[in-house]
């Protein structure tokens, strides 16, 4: 009897103690599995932010790159905007069901320690649930042509270095001395005895943005000049802020120092073709008999926002103005201050043909446009600095 009573004792305490820890077992799993729940929930929502997070600063991203006229572009904070359950889309009108919200700031920001060049900056920050996540879409700095690794010329003296071949960029390349008004021109040595290399240099990019006056050659150079030179640049789009090339007579003969524009090719040849223009009314009417469809056109513009277009003649030795130097009209009052021109495949500037016309370079431009090597571009359809900012690709910032 003892013994029996001994085993019903255990096994009455065995099962007091199943009952009390069992509750506190499934208490315990129940816990875990509603923290686990909560984390499973955390991590979806945390993943939902950031894809709303992302979306929002694309869609910023791309109204900012679609819009040409840079004051219609989105900046500074934005109206949230919602994620509509039932659409499926964004919305600013709050819905009855949305997965989130997103808040997006564009704004401008310092590349540089000096501040004068900007970024700009996309921040996109959205709300889901308990999760909050932030991203940034930055625009690259703009490439200048003194940057390493292009080194194309010396930023405070403007002086293009000599080397024989320099670094082609698919991008942008803007021209500006480090005070905006050195002009860019070539180094003393390029015309010189001394300068074994060809007699002409090339810069390639997609664009090249001349911020900075481009003056070919200086005259206290020409006291050494032993040649002429070329400056070929070859870019899709070019743009002058002033431009000067020059003739020097000499007892050897005439030489040149201009400039050339060619297209450019990297993956493939950049230019509008001839059908294109045609096919999207992209020139004057009266123009349109000068296009070659097969043809591949370039840009090339002038501001002349105080700043001039001209070729100016020189004597060797006497080095002043031979002749009266010829500029190009600028344009009228209530006119754009800028002149764009399409050019077919490669187009040189020659000073020799400029000076031999009675009306110089105006007659000259005229002649060329008469030939279809010129294309007047009408003023709705110019391109300018501001559109070029919308080249600039973005980056997710870390």
């Known amino acids: 009897m003892k013994l029996r009573d001994e085993r019903g004792m255990v096994a009455i305490g065995g099962a007091l103690m199943l009952l009390v820890v069992l509750p506190l077992l499934a208490t315990a799993l129940w816990q875990y599995s509603a ?15 950031l894809f709303l997070a992302r979306a929002g600063a694309e869609a910023v991203r791309q109204a900012w790159q679609q819009t040409a006229d840079p004051k219609q572009r989105p900046f500074g904070q934005l109206d949230t905007l919602y994620f509509d359950l039932t659409t499926n889309a964004f919305t600013t009108n709050k819905p009855s069901r949305y997965l989130g919200t997103v808040d997006v700031e564009v704004r401008e920001e310092a590349a540089t320690a000096d501040e004068v060049e900007k970024v700009t900056v996309v921040e996109s920050t959205a709300n889901v649930g308990s999760a909050t996540r932030i991203v940034r879409l930055v625009t690259y700095p703009h490439r200048y042509g003194h940057q390493d690794p292009l080194l194309w010329y010396d930023p405070n003296e403007g002086r293009i270095p000599g080397t024989p071949i320099y670094t082609a960029r698919k991008e942008p390349v803007i021209m500006r001395s480090s005070d905006g008004n050195t002009p860019i021109s070539l180094g003393s040595r390029m015309i010189g005895v001394l300068w074994e290399g060809p007699p002409s240099v090339t810069f390639k990019a997609s664009d090249i943005i001349f911020e900075s006056p481009l003056q070919v050659v200086r005259r206290d150079d020409l006291y050494g000049a032993d040649h002429g030179f070329d400056l070929v640049l070859e870019a899709e789009k070019i743009f002058f802020s002033g431009l000067e090339i020059a003739r020097l007579d000499t007892i050897w003969g005439t030489w040149e120092y201009t400039v050339t524009l060619k297209l450019p090719t990297f993956d493939e040849k950049l230019g509008l073709l001839g059908s294109t ?84 370079f105006d007659q000259y431009i005229n002649e060329k446009v008469n030939e279809g090597v010129l294309i007047p571009i009408p003023v709705e359809h110019m391109v300018t600095r501001a559109h070029l900012e919308r080249q600039r690709p973005f980056y997710w910032a870390q």
């Open 35 to 49: 923290l686990e729940l909560k984390n499973v929930q955390r991590g979806r929502e945390d993943m939902q932010a």
């Open 277 to 360: 223009l045609l096919e999207r009314n992209l020139v004057n009417v009266n123009d349109r008999g000068k296009i070659v469809p097969s043809a591949r056109y370039g840009q090339v513009y002038f501001d002349f926002n105080g700043r001039s277009v001209k070729v100016v003649p020189y004597m060797r030795f006497i080095l002043l103005a031979t002749g009266k130097s010829s500029s190009i009209t600028p344009p009228g009052k209530g006119e754009s201050p800028v002149k764009g021109y399409y050019f077919r495949e490669e187009f040189r500037f020659d000073p020799n043909d400029i000076l031999a016309l009675r009306n110089g």
